[in-house]
């Protein structure tokens, strides 16, 4: 099948069946051991292969996956949907039981104003087990507020916010 089709149309293809399936739920693997997220990795690369017509040890795999195929890596993926769905809550695009889960440091318990309230920062519960941390309730306001402050603005419309997210995690490579 890969000698009938162009690349565009390789690259079409497994955007539809093979990323698509790949981002579906990758929100649910923050903090996942390594060797989870490697058997995802290993797709990716697989499909990358696929897309360039690389074989299997050819060097230069991870550069063509970054800088021509433009996509990020599976903790970079996890990080890119979490603070999305997250931007998306604060500006009332989610449903209402994720809404919820999002507030401002300014509505906890303190009644005072506190200085990373004029940042967007979002208030993280404690949690008492490990397990814990990889709520939606945790991860989405640790991921939030590890932003830099630029991209803490809730006004920022959706797609200016993905284009803007994405170039900060490439400049991180």
């Known amino acids: 099948m890969r000698r009938s089709l162009d690349q565009d149309s390789i690259a079409t293809l497994f955007h539809a069946f093979v990323s698509s399936r790949v981002d ?6 923050t903090g996942c051991p390594k060797f989870v997220m490697d058997k995802f990795q290993k797709v990716l ?6 897309i360039t017509n690389s074989r299997k040890y050819e060097r230069g795999l991870t550069y063509t996956r970054r800088h021509e195929l ?5 903790p970079e993926r996890i990080q890119f949907r979490i603070a999305v769905t997250v931007h998306r809550c604060l500006n009332g695009l ?8 999002c507030t401002p440091v300014t509505q906890n318990r303190s009644s005072c104003r506190l200085r990373s309230s004029y940042c967007h920062r979002l208030a993280v519960p404690s949690v008492k087990l490990s397990i814990g941390s990889r709520s939606f309730s945790v991860s989405g306001p640790s991921v939030w ?10 006004t920022l419309p959706i797609d200016v916010f993905k284009s803007y997210f994405k170039t900060f ?4 490579y």
Do not use: G, K, M
């Open 45 to 50: 690369n697989a499909a990358a292969r696929v």
């Open 94 to 101: 989610a449903p209402a039981y994720r809404t919820e889960l």
């Open 70 to 74: 433009h996509w990020l890596d599976i």
């Open 24 to 29: 579906y739920c990758c929100s649910l693997l």
């Open 169 to 172: 995690l490439f400049a991180r």
């Open 145 to 154: 507020n590890a932003l830099p402050d630029y991209l803490r603005n809730p």
